[in-house]
C-alpha cells in the first residue's frame, strides 16, 4: 500500500495496522519522521528512560559547558541561517536547544532518534510558534513577538515598549517557556501514545495477539511524488492526499524553525520547498498540455489573475506528473484512492475533482465515481473565507472533501 505523498503517515500507519507492507514517500523530512515514529516498535519504558537522561544531560551541559555551547551555535550554520535562528529564538533558547539536539544527535537506534527529534520539534512547531519568537506558526507568515516575557515574569525583549505599548501588547506579546521543560513536557505526551506506557492496552494488544494481524516494517524514505523510485506495475493500493493547489497550505514556510535545528541551511530547505507540489512559483517549471476543461478552468483564473492562473498550470501539471508516476507504478485491475479538497482562487472554483478525474483519463485511467464528504468547518485545514455564505456554491464545495476512485485497467 502506497502514499506518495504520506504527510503525517495515515496511510502507512493504517497498512501497518493492517498487516500490509506500507511504503510512504515525502519530500518534508518532518512528515517522513512522524510517519517512521508512528510505525515504529518502540518500548516506551526505554524511551521514557533515554527522555529523562536527555534532559540531565542536557542541563548539564547548560550549567557546565555554556562556552562549548556558544562556540558550537556561531560555527553550525552558514550567515543567513544563523541570522535566521538569531532573528526567531532569544539566545537563551537557542543555547538550550542547541543542548537537546546535542543529545539527540549521540543516539544511535534511528527509531528512538526520531522519537526524540520529532518531541524536539514538537516544542517549536506549534500554531502559537512554541519556544521561537514567533507569534503564529500555523497557516500564516509568521510574526516576530516585540514583547518577550519570560515565565517568571522578567522581560526578555522589548523592554522599552513595556511601558507605553499598552495597546500594542496583547498583539506582539509572547510568553517564552523554557526549551527544556517543554521538552520534558512534550516527551512524556508522546509516551501515552505508545502501548506500553498503558499497562491496560498492553494487556488488550497481548490478548488480540493471536487474531492481530503480522506487522510488517513500512518503508519510509525521502522521494519526490513525480518520481517514483519504484518499478512499473508493483503496487496494490495507493491511499493519498495530495496538497491543496496554489501554495494553499505552505508547509515547509513552518516547518523550516524546527528543521534548522536539524542541521539543514535555508538554502537547502529552499529547494526543498521548490519540489513542493501547489508552490506559486513558476519560474523553474515546465508546464504540462493539460485536457481542455481542466484548461478552460486555468484560462478563467488567468483572465483575472495571471500569476493566479500561472500557478494552477503549476499545480495541474504536477500532479499530471504525480497521476502518471501512479499509474506507472500500480499493477493492472489495482487503483488508487485520492482525497482532495477544492480551492478558490479569485473567485474561480478551481474544481480540483473534476480536473483531476480528467487528466487521470487522458493518462489511461478510469474514473468510476467521484465521492463527495462533508467536511466539518472547524476542522478544515484551510480556511474558506472569513464569511461563511451558505447560499454560495463555492462555499459550499470548499466544506467538502472528494475521494477519486482511479482504477488502472
Ligand atoms: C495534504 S498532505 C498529506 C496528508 C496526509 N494524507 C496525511 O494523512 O497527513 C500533503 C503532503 O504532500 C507532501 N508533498 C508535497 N509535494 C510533494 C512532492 N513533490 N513529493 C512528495 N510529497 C510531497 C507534503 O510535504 C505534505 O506532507
Redesign the pocket.
Known amino acids: 500500500m502506497l ?9 502507512v500507519l493504517e497498512a501497518f495496522l493492517s498487516g500490509r507492507y506500507g511504503v510512504g ?4 523530512p518532518l ?1 517522513l519522521l512522524l510517519t517512521k515514529v508512528k510505525t515504529a516498535p518502540l518500548s516506551a519504558s526505554r524511551i521514557a528512560c533515554i527522555g529523562k537522561k536527555i534532559g540531565v544531560q542536557a542541563r548539564q551541559a547548560m550549567e557546565k559547558r555554556q562556552d562549548e555551547l556558544w562556540k558550537q551555535l556561531a560555527s553550525r550554520w552558514d550567515t543567513k541561517t544563523y541570522e535566521f535562528v538569531n532573528y526567531w529564538f532569544t539566545k537563551e533558547a537557542q543555547l538550550a536547544l542547541l543542548a537537546l539536539m546535542r543529545e539527540i544527535d549521540q543516539l544511535s537506534d534511528e527509531a528512538v532518534k526520531a522519537f526524540f527529534q520529532l518531541a524536539f520539534s514538537a516544542i517549536i512547531i506549534t500554531k502559537s510558534g512554541g519556544v521561537s519568537l514567533a507569534l503564529d506558526l500555523a497557516h500564516t507568515r509568521p510574526h516576530r513577538a516585540k514583547y518577550v516575557i519570560a515565565e517568571d515574569g522578567h522581560v526578555i525583549a522589548g523592554e522599552e515598549l513595556a511601558g507605553d505599548a499598552v495597546k500594542r501588547k496583547p498583539v506582539l506579546t509572547k510568553k517564552l517557556r523554557s526549551p527544556l521543560e517543554e521538552f520534558d513536557k512534550r516527551v512524556q505526551q508522546n509516551l501515552q501514545g505508545l502501548p506500553e506506557s498503558n499497562a491496560k492496552q498492553m494487556q488488550l494488544s497481548w490478548e488480540a495477539e493471536a487474531d492481530e494481524p503480522r506487522k510488517i516494517t513500512p518503508h519510509v524514505v525521502r522521494s ?3 518520481q517514483l523510485p519504484l518499478d512499473n506495475s508493483t503496487v496494490d493500493l495507493i491511499v ?4 491543496y493547489a496554489a501554495n494553499a497550505i505552505d ?1 515547509m514556510r513552518a516547518h523550516k524553525f524546527s528543521l534548522v535545528w536539524f542541521g539543514y541551511s535555508l538554502g537547502e530547505l529552499t529547494e526543498k520547498r521548490k ?3 501547489g508552490g506559486e512559483s513558476v519560474s523553474h517549471l515546465l508546464l504540462a498540455q493539460l485536457p481542455t476543461q481542466t484548461n478552460k478552468v486555468i484560462e478563467e483564473v488567468r483572465s483575472d489573475n495571471d500569476k493566479k492562473g500561472k500557478s494552477l498550470h503549476r499545480y495541474y501539471s504536477e500532479m499530471k506528473q504525480v497521476l502518471q508516476e501512479m499509474y506507472r507504478v500500480l499493477k493492472p485491475g489495482k487503483a488508487a484512492i485520492v482525497v482532495v479538497g477544492n480551492s478558490v482562487l479569485g473567485h474561480h472554483d478551481t474544481q480540483i475533482p473534476s480536473c483531476l478525474s480528467e487528466i487521470g483519463e487522458e493518462i489511461g485511467f478510469c474514473v468510476p465515481k467521484i465521492g463527495v464528504r462533508n467536511l466539518d468547518r472547524n476542522r478544515r485545514m484551510m480556511p474558506a473565507g472569513a464569511k461563511l455564505d451558505l447560499s454560495s456554491q463555492i462555499q459550499q464545495r470548499m466544506h467538502q472533501e472528494y475521494v477519486i476512485g482511479f482504477y488502472k485497467q
Open positions: 502514499d506518495p505523498m504520506a504527510g503525517s503517515g495515515t496511510t514517500f515525502d519530500i518534508d512528515a519526490d511524488a513525480k493519498t492526499s495530495p496538497p508547509y519540489e513542493c507540489i
